[in-house]
């Protein structure tokens, strides 16, 4: 397998020095160069990565992830919340919604099983339900649940507890800014950077698993 050097190799990490006479090769900062980057850059992009940069700093080793959202949605000047989530986060989701409207904030949300649509419609049949003793299982919807949301005028859509490809989607049909209060790890109590923590013992279990998945 070739390898490839890229920031997550670079112990350095020159760039946040702004030391630029000394990045690496193949660095994104000397591949492209910090004027090319800043072009990127639109002016509601600067506004919202300043008032990003205020949250951080705000909030800096005090604040809560719930509470960053918070004062970032109240920075950006956003009313209107969506909350898209998992069925499985149903008890969180009556949480959430309660203390986002408790501050102001007007809230809609959307579960992933809204539209009540059929796995056949994806065609997943009987053997790859989670449950197989059912006749039918109710596909999530992350694309109906972004779309909703958006449609209903939210301006900022919370992931609260989506699958890995359910989050993909809901992020790609949503047209509205989305940020994510909580990933889906069943195993790790929804904290997946669990398993990095205890990558030493868990870096045989990731070999095993890409040898029974990939060959
Ligand atoms: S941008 Fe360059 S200096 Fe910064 S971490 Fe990546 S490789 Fe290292």
Redesign the pocket.
């Known amino acids: 397998m070739s390898f490839k ?6 112990a ?5 020095q702004h030391e630029l006479d ?3 090769p ?5 591949n492209v160069g910090s004027e090319a980057f800043k072009a990127m850059y639109s002016d509601a992009d600067m506004q919202m990565a300043h008032m990003a940069a205020l949250t951080e700093c705000d909030g800096y080793g005090v604040h809560t992830r719930l509470e960053d959202t918070m004062g970032f949605a109240h920075r950006m000047g956003y009313k209107k919340l969506g909350i898209g989530f998992c069925t499985g986060f149903s008890r969180e989701a009556a949480i959430l919604i309660k203390i986002l409207r408790s501050t102001g904030f007007e809230v809609e949300s959307a579960c992933c099983k809204c539209g009540s649509v059929k796995k056949e419609f994806i065609d997943i049949d009987q053997q790859h339900q989670i449950n197989k003793n059912r006749d039918f299982e109710i596909m999530c919807n992350p694309a109906g649940q972004a779309e909703y949301l958006t449609s209903r005028g939210c301006e900022l859509c919370i992931i609260l507890g989506l699958c890995v490809g359910h989050d993909t989607l809901f992020i790609r049909h949503c047209n509205a800014p989305v940020t994510v209060l909580s990933g889906k790890d069943r195993v790790m109590a929804h904290n997946p950077i669990g398993a990095l923590y205890q990558a030493d013992s868990y870096l045989s279990r990731v070999h095993t698993f890409i040898k029974d998945t990939f060959g």
């Open positions: 050097f890229s920031c997550a190799d670079c350095a990490k020159f760039c946040q000394k990045l690496p193949d660095c994104p900062t000397r």
